[in-house]
């Protein structure tokens, strides 16, 4: 069955340094998502992402941050200057068609010391 | 600062039990229903899905209830496994918004063998 993958599986980057979240979505899907979860609470909408561009973002998506397809596979989330509140699970996820169908990886949990 | 984690609901069966999770979804609008179970370290997993038109959808041992009129989304777990032992999430999509999920608290259920 086809997967998202995401790596690495665990970061730990000192607080002020940039992180870079990569994922491999599913290969025919279209839309492309990152969510974030911090531990013991829901998880939290990021951006969205079609056709090459932001379609939507959250409040919690400031200039920190960033995405983008490089290539024809891989759909990373940056983070610039990564703050203690930073620390989570980070969740990519994509689907053929908006809002339906999604495919989640097993995220990446980025420790910030 | 500290991340306080919120106190999940949970719910603790025996095993061979039925189990049923419940969840208010909050906007009348949305059409979209998924439920998702997220074991310890992992990444969301698809269970069942189930669209406004429809009431009650069954895969195996699952079943969906959907009640539009109070908003209320159910998950029935029939002959629970301690395998089904994980936090289960409600999200809902809803027909503007981008159809970005929107999740719910989740709900912690343990089984007891």
């Known amino acids: 069955e086809p997967e998202v993958t995401q790596t690495p599986s665990h970061q730990v980057t000192q607080m002020g340094q940039e992180v870079i979240l990569r994922c491999v979505p599913i290969?025919?899907?279209?839309?492309f998502y990152w969510y974030r979860q911090i531990l013991g609470q829901k998880v939290e909408f990021l951006v969205s992402?079609?056709?090459?561009?932001?379609?939507?973002k959250s409040e919690i998506f400031d200039d920190q941050f960033s995405v983008e397809r490089p290539d024809g596979s891989n759909f990373t989330l940056k983070i610039r200057s990564t703050k203690l509140e930073d620390s989570a699970m980070y969740f990519c996820a994509s689907s053929v068609r908006q809002g339906d169908g999604y495919t989640f990886g097993s995220g990446t949990r980025l420790t910030v010391v | 600062g500290e991340n306080v984690g919120l106190h999940l609901p949970t719910l603790s069966v025996q095993e061979g039990d039925n189990s049923i999770i419940n969840c208010a979804y909050s906007?009348?609008?949305?059409?979209?229903f998924i439920w998702y179970k997220q074991e310890s370290g992992k990444g969301p997993q698809f269970i069942i899905d189930i669209r406004s038109n429809m009431d009650k959808r069954q895969g195996q041992r699952v079943t969906v209830l959907l009640n539009k009129t109070v908003k209320h989304l159910s998950l029935q777990i029939a002959a629970t496994q301690p395998g089904d032992s994980a936090v289960y999430f409600c999200a809902e999509v809803n027909a503007g918004n981008n159809r970005k999920l929107i999740w719910g608290l989740g709900t912690s259920l343990a089984v007891n063998p």
């Open positions: 992402f079609y056709n090459n561009e932001i379609s939507e």
């Open positions: 906007n009348s609008a949305s059409d979209y």
């Open positions: 290969s025919n899907h279209l839309y």
